[in-house]
C-alpha cells in the first residue's frame, strides 16, 4: 500500500538534492518544536523564576527639592521598590493576584507611606511580586513566578514581600517595602541576608494598602545600610531626631536559640562581643523566653495541643503561632469574603490552602484571640520596658529548596512561625541584622523592642551594625580547639561523678563531669549520650540532639541515643526526623513502650 509513494519520493530525492535539504530543515524544525515544547511542560511542573519586578514598570519621581538654603531632602537620590500591595495612583493593585488585579479598578490614590517617601526625595521604580493575597512566607507565586534569591538561587527568597527582599539583595534599588504580617518582611530579609525591620503596629499609616489581617499588617522596610534604615524608619514613623539617649539591655532568649542549629559562636557570641567595647550597654542577661510567655500569657492554655502538654516550654510558642494564623484567617474572611465567593479565584495550592481555612474559619473565639494578643503585649512591656532589647533568632531554619513538597514544609513553617509570632502578636518592633553564613546559607538575628519604642531600637542598630559584622568576619574565619583525648581510668571515674549529680538532679554539675570524660576519652557513645539525658533536663535541646548524634556514630545500636535524639528532635519540632529516631529504636526494642507511643503520637502531628 505504502510502497509506491516511498518509491516517488526516493525518486524525487535522488533527482534532485535540494530535496534533501528541505527535508533536513523540516526534522530540524519539528525536533526544536518538541523539544521547546518539553520545556513549557516542564517548566510549568515548576514554580517559575523570575527577576522581582512586575510589569508594567514606572518610576515615581520625587517631589520638588526646596530651594537653597533649605536642607536637602533626607532620601535625595534614594531609589525603592514595593509590594503589589501598595496603592498607586493610576495602576491596578494586585495583591499577588492576576484574579484580584482583573476583579478591582485602578487606585484613585497613592498610599500615604509611599506619597511620604517621595515628598522626602526617594524615587519609585516600580512594584515588585509578592504570595498570593500576602499569604504564606516562602515568596513562591506560581502565576507571576518566584524572585530569584540572589544568595541561594536555588531556594526560596522567603515571603510574602519576596520581590522587595530580592530588589533590596540584588542592588536594584537602595530600600524596598512590604507588609509584614506573619513574618512577612523578617522571614525574607533573612533568607536573602539584608537587614529587615518591622516596625510597632498601628506606627506606619496602612491607607492605601490592602489589607490582609489588620491586626498584624503592618508596613515593613528592606535596606542593605542601617543609616538608610534609620533615614528610612525616621520619615515613615515621622520620629523626632534627638531622643534622650538611655542604656541598653541585651536579653538573648537561649531557649530560641535552641531551635536553630547555627553555632552560638556565629550568633550569640558575635552580638555578645560586639557590645564589649560599645559604651551605653548593660551586661547582657540570658532567659528561658517560653518558659517567660508560658507563666506569663495564661490565654494560651487552651491552645496547647493535648498530645504534648508533658513536653517543654517551645510547644507555648508553637501555641502561639497557632492563635497568630486563626486570628489572620479571621480577619481575612471578614475582609475579603464577599470577594472570594463571587470571582472564585484561580490559587496556587499554598494561597489556596489559606484561603479555604480563612473562609471555613468561625468567629465564635474571636475575643480569645485578641485576649491572647492584649496578655502577649502586656508581657513584653513588663520584660522590656522601655530599655530592653529581646535577641533571638529570626528564622530556626535555612530556606527552603524550591519546589518543596507540603509535607516536607509543614515542620519548617511550624518552626519558623514559632519565632516571627513574638512580634506578630505582641505588635513590638523588630529588626532583622544578617550575620553571615553558616553552610552557604544566611543567617540572621533578631532585635525586638517593646511596642512604640523604635527609635530607639533604630538607634541601637545603627550603633551596632558595624562591630556586629566585624565580629562576623572574625567569627567565620576562625576555628575551634582540637579536644584531647587520654586517661580512661579518669573518664570513668568523672562518668560516674556525673551519675550521681544527674540522680540529684544538678543537671549542669552532671554536664560538667560528663564534658571531662568526654575531653578524656572521647570515643565513648555513653559519655555523649549520658550529657544528652542531661542536656534534655536543661531544655538544651540542639546540644542533646548533637550528643546523640555523636553517640549513634559511636554505636549504631545505641537505643537510649535514639530515643533521647527523638526527644530533643520533637521538642526542636522536627517531627519526621524525631519520627524517624523513635523508629530506630523500635527496630532495636520492638517491645519499647515509650517509642512506640512516641512514634505515634507524632505520626498524628504530622498527619
Not at 530535496?19 to 518544536?33: D, F, R
Not at 517631589?63 to 491596578?92: E, M, N, W
Not at 489581617?213 to 523626632?240: A, E, N
Not at 553517640?551 to 530515643?563: E, P
Request: proline share 6%; net charge positive; glycine share 6%.
Amino acid at each position: 500500500m505504502w510502497k509506491q509513494p516511498l518509491d516517488v519520493v526516493k525518486a524525487n530525492v535522488s533527482s534532485n538534492p535540494r530535496t534533501w535539504i528541505v527535508i533536513g530543515l523540516s526534522v530540524a524544525g519539528i525536533v526544536i518544536v518538541a523539544e521547546t515544547q518539553r520545556r513549557r511542560r516542564r517548566s510549568r511542573a515548576q514554580i517559575m523564576l523570575r527577576e522581582p519586578f512586575l510589569e508594567p514598570r514606572f518610576d515615581l519621581l520625587p517631589f520638588p527639592q526646596p530651594p537653597p538654603p533649605a536642607a536637602r531632602q533626607p532620601l535625595a537620590s534614594l531609589t525603592f521598590a514595593i509590594s503589589d500591595i501598595f496603592d498607586v495612583k493610576g495602576y491596578v493593585t494586585g495583591f499577588g493576584s492576576p484574579d484580584w488585579a482583573g476583579t478591582h479598578e485602578a487606585a484613585t490614590k497613592t498610599a500615604l507611606v509611599v506619597t511620604a517617601l517621595l515628598k522626602n526625595g526617594a524615587t519609585c521604580v516600580g512594584k515588585t511580586v509578592m504570595d498570593e493575597l500576602n499569604f504564606g512566607i516562602t515568596g513562591e507565586n506560581v502565576h507571576y513566578g518566584t524572585p530569584v534569591n540572589p544568595q541561594l538561587q536555588s531556594h526560596i527568597p522567603g515571603g510574602s514581600s519576596s520581590g522587595s527582599a530580592v530588589a533590596v539583595a540584588a542592588g536594584l534599588v537602595d530600600f524596598a517595602l512590604g507588609i509584614d504580617t506573619t513574618g512577612c518582611v523578617r522571614i525574607p530579609a533573612s533568607f536573602c541576608g539584608v537587614i529587615g525591620f518591622r516596625p510597632s503596629h498601628g506606627a506606619v499609616s496602612m491607607i492605601g494598602v490592602s489589607p490582609n489581617s489588620q491586626s498584624l499588617d503592618t508596613v515593613g522596610i528592606f535596606t542593605r545600610d542601617p543609616s538608610i534604615l534609620h533615614h528610612v524608619g525616621h520619615v515613615l514613623l515621622q520620629l523626632k531626631s534627638v531622643e534622650t539617649k538611655r542604656p541598653r539591655r541585651l536579653i538573648f532568649a537561649d531557649d530560641l536559640f535552641q531551635l536553630s542549629k547555627v553555632p552560638t559562636e556565629k550568633t550569640v557570641q558575635v552580638v555578645t562581643k560586639a557590645i564589649e567595647h560599645l559604651s551605653g550597654y548593660q551586661p547582657p542577661k540570658h532567659m528561658n523566653f517560653s518558659q517567660y510567655v508560658a507563666s506569663n500569657v495564661p490565654g494560651l492554655k487552651g491552645f496547647r495541643e493535648e498530645s504534648v502538654k508533658h513536653q517543654n516550654e517551645i510547644f507555648t510558642l508553637k501555641a502561639l503561632s497557632s492563635v497568630m494564623l486563626l486570628l489572620q484567617r479571621c480577619e481575612f474572611k471578614t475582609n475579603h469574603e464577599e470577594w472570594v465567593k463571587s470571582a472564585k479565584p484561580r490559587l496556587g495550592p499554598d494561597a489556596s490552602d489559606h484561603v479555604r481555612a480563612a473562609i471555613d474559619s468561625t468567629h465564635e473565639n474571636m475575643k480569645t484571640l485578641y485576649k491572647v494578643r492584649t496578655e502577649m503585649r502586656a508581657a513584653l512591656q513588663s520584660l522590656l520596658k522601655d530599655d530592653g532589647i529581646l535577641v533571638i533568632p529570626t528564622v530556626a531554619d535555612p530556606p527552603l529548596k524550591l519546589n518543596t513538597k507540603k509535607r516536607q514544609s509543614s515542620e519548617f513553617n511550624d518552626r519558623t512561625l514559632a519565632l516571627s509570632s513574638i512580634a506578630s502578636m505582641s505588635g513590638c518592633c523588630q529588626v532583622t541584622i544578617p550575620v553571615g553564613k553558616h553552610k552557604e546559607s544566611p543567617i540572621s538575628i533578631s532585635f525586638i523592642a517593646f511596642h512604640s519604642v523604635d527609635k530607639f531600637l533604630l538607634d541601637t542598630v545603627l550603633d551596632m551594625y558595624s562591630s556586629i559584622q566585624e565580629k562576623v568576619s572574625i567569627a567565620s574565619h576562625s576555628s575551634p580547639l582540637p579536644d584531647t583525648n587520654d586517661n580512661l581510668d579518669v573518664s570513668e571515674l568523672l562518668k560516674e561523678k556525673g551519675n550521681a549529680a544527674f540522680k540529684g538532679k544538678q543537671w549542669n554539675k552532671a554536664v560538667k563531669y560528663y564534658t571531662e570524660a568526654i575531653k578524656l576519652n572521647m570515643t565513648s557513645a555513653t559519655y555523649y549520650c549520658n550529657r544528652a539525658a542531661a542536656y534534655l533536663e536543661l531544655g538544651c535541646f540542639q546540644q542533646a540532639e548533637e550528643d546523640c548524634s555523636k553517640a549513634i556514630s559511636l554505636d549504631k545500636k545505641n537505643v537510649k541515643a535514639y530515643m533521647r535524639r527523638g526527644t530533643a528532635r520533637e521538642s526542636l519540632l522536627c517531627y519526621k526526623d524525631a519520627a524517624q529516631d523513635f523508629k530506630h529504636a523500635l527496630v532495636l526494642e520492638p517491645q519499647n513502650k515509650v517509642a512506640n507511643l512516641a512514634e505515634k503520637r507524632l505520626r498524628e502531628l504530622m498527619s
